[in-house]
């Protein structure tokens, strides 16, 4: 099969195995459970690293106004296709500094996709499931800063931060401290997790929960501090695979037992 024909099928397959992922009947309902504590109607949220739009959906049904930011242009034409006109899209990413840099496209597996070249070599080397993962294209993004999104579209009540290996590099855009927000974490590479908790703590103060890869429910029945999520990381994060934590302002009325 010529390379450019491969390509195209490896993309096809990527975003429909996507599709099924990340929108299967019955998921946005657990989505939303899961955001409506950190959702502010009318306010601003962050989807950083869209993909196909399912947390973006998911802001947008809680009342909030969505500015979601997905580089790869194929997955942000199904973005905006899936979550509606309304959803303020931009095609970049988001780094430490205004510019641009190269991100690593995996097209038979777009969702991992990344920014971070040492994360993706470390990724292979200590995470099985990756190993058989190939990042052959290459494509220049513009980057924006979370500091210059709050400066046009104002203070969000949420950010959501999936960039495979980037989070930390993301939240070094971020010189104040936001209400609530969530960043991926990745076996092999939990370093990444314990520098964002890092910075936040220089932010404010906030405390911690957990999400199992892709279940819609906290797995903490209280919420941890930065120090004790900080040694979680550090023991090995209960062996899970990946997951997000999910860092909220001491004040936080997701606090107060919402999920129980």
Known sequence: MPSRL????SSAFGIARSLV???RPGRQPGLQALYRPFITPGAPAFDIGAHLGDRSAAFQALGARVVALEPQPGLARWCKRMVGQQLTLLPMAAGPALGTAPIAISPSNPTVSTLADDWRTQVTQHNAGFASVSWNTRLSVEVTTLDALIATYGLPCFIKIDVEGFEAEVLAGLSQPVPA???????????????CIEHLRHLGD???????????VLRWSEWKTAE???AWLAAGADHLGS???YACQTHHSALTGAYD
Do not use: C, M
């Not at 491969?6 to 099928?9: E, G, I, P, Y």
């Not at 927000?181 to 520098?195: H, I, P, R």
């Open 6 to 9: 491969l390509h195209q099928f």
């Open 21 to 23: 992922i990340y929108w």
């Open 181 to 195: 927000l969530s960043f991926e974490f990745v076996a092999g590479t939990l370093d990444v997790g314990q520098a």
């Open 206 to 216: 906030y405390r911690f929960n957990v999400v199992e890869g892709e279940q819609r």
């Open 228 to 230: 004790q999520t900080d």
């Open 243 to 245: 997951g997000d934590i």
